[in-house]
């Protein structure tokens, strides 16, 4: 399984792009990258997902550059609803490999 | 659809009490997970399952059972709970297909304390 590292946390202002990033190593061949955010109380929401280069939806972007050794999810103009933790998953789509396994994720605090 | 249901959703043991907390998807969805989370922690995979009839160990399976009957259901026995135990559970499920998603829907939670 890819081990992901991701920042403990982060600070941010309504309003602003916001840039998550998130490292994976040793990322394999078929792994690909998802992204996901969880509120108080609730069970982590799915964001977005990608292989390479960059994935764009109504939500977020996700931009990961061709090593495939990293990846940055991008919150457009953030407002105080978008203050939650947000965890980076490497999962494999082939083979025996159905775990999926989260990390402590990223606190993003966005303040007025 | 109800998505993914869990019940109950608050629930306290005592200690050396046993529970099952249940878990429903109605998305026919092949795969399905339990986590559990410690406040301020991330989310720990106790078991999952491919399908029914197959199960297997996540991360901190130990004072867990799983049973996978059918596709829709996924319970998830405490035997013997512990104050360790106390924590928010999370079941979740995916499908695998064509698409290669890895996209999770997860239930609201539960929230078991042990004292």
């Known amino acids: 399984l890819a081990k992901t590292t991701q920042p403990i946390s982060m600070d941010s202002y309504e309003g602003q792009e916001v840039n998550i990033t998130c490292s994976h190593n040793n990322i394999a061949t078929n792994d690909y990258i998802t992204w996901y955010q969880q509120f108080p109380s609730q069970g982590p929401r799915f964001i977005i997902q990608?292989?390479?280069t960059k994935v764009t939806n109504e939500v977020a972007s996700l931009f990961i550059p061709a090593d495939r050794k990293s990846s940055t999810l991008s919150l457009p103009r953030v407002s105080l609803s978008d203050t939650a933790v947000y965890y980076c998953l490497a999962w494999n789509s082939g083979g025996s490999n159905y775990k999926l396994t989260f990390g402590k994720g990223t606190l993003l605090t966005v303040n007025p | 659809n109800a998505g993914v249901t869990q019940t109950p959703k608050f629930r306290i043991l005592k200690i050396g009490q046993s529970m099952t907390l249940q878990c429903a998807q109605d998305?026919?969805?092949?795969?399905m997970y339990w986590y559990r989370q410690d406040p301020g922690m991330g989310l720990k995979l106790i078991y999952y399952s491919v399908g029914a009839g197959i199960t297997d160990k996540g991360e901190v399976p130990n004072g867990y059972n799983v049973s996978r009957s059918t596709t829709e259901d996924f319970p998830l026995r405490l035997e013997l709970a512990a104050p360790s135990q106390t924590s928010v559970y999370f079941c979740a499920s995916r499908q695998q297909g064509l698409d290669n998603t890895g996209e999770l829907f997860f239930g609201e939670g539960s929230r078991l304390t042990v004292l």
């Open positions: 998305m026919n969805h092949n795969y």
């Open positions: 990608g292989y390479k």
